[in-house]
C-alpha cells in the first residue's frame, strides 16, 4: 500500500517558518518526482513546489526565495521549508509523488498552515 503522510503544518505569525515533512511508504521512492501543492478554501490546488528524482527543485513565483524542497532519499521524505510566512500563504498543503510521462500521481492527506496574525 502507498501512503504519503504530511506533518509539521500549524499555525504561525507573519514572518514566521515552519517544516513541512512528506514520508513516504510503497514506492521506491527515489524513482519519483515529488511536489508540494496547497489549497485554499474555495480555490484551486496549486503547485508550490516541487523536486525531481535527481534533486532539481522548482518553486512557484510567490514562495521563490522563501521556500525550500528538499528530499532524504534515505527516509523516503520530502521537505519544504517555509520562512518569511504571509497571511497569503494559509492553506492546506498536499504531498505529491509521481514518475514523469506515467498518469496517475500519489497524493497525502495534508496538513494545514495557517498564517495569521
Known amino acids: 500500500q502507498v501512503q504519503l503522510v504530511e506533518s509539521g503544518g500549524g499555525l504561525v505569525q507573519p514572518g514566521g517558518s515552519l517544516r513541512l515533512s512528506c514520508t513516504t511508504s510503497g514506492i521506491i521512492f527515489s524513482f519519483y518526482g515529488m511536489g508540494w501543492y496547497r489549497q485554499a478554501p474555495g480555490k484551486q490546488r496549486e503547485l508550490v513546489a516541487d523536486?525531481?528524482?535527481?534533486?532539481?527543485?522548482n518553486y512557484a513565483d510567490s514562495v521563490k526565495g522563501r521556500f525550500t524542497i528538499s528530499r532524504d532519499n534515505a527516509k523516503n521524505t520530502v521537505y519544504l521549508q517555509m520562512n518569511s510566512l504571509k497571511v497569503e500563504d494559509t492553506a492546506v498543503y498536499y504531498c505529491?509523488?509521481?514518475?514523469?510521462?506515467?498518469?496517475?500521481?500519489?497524493w497525502g492527506q495534508g496538513t494545514q498552515v495557517t498564517v495569521s496574525s
Open positions: 523536486i525531481t528524482s535527481s534533486g532539481s527543485p
Open positions: 505529491n509523488a509521481g514518475i514523469r510521462r506515467v498518469p496517475g500521481t500519489y
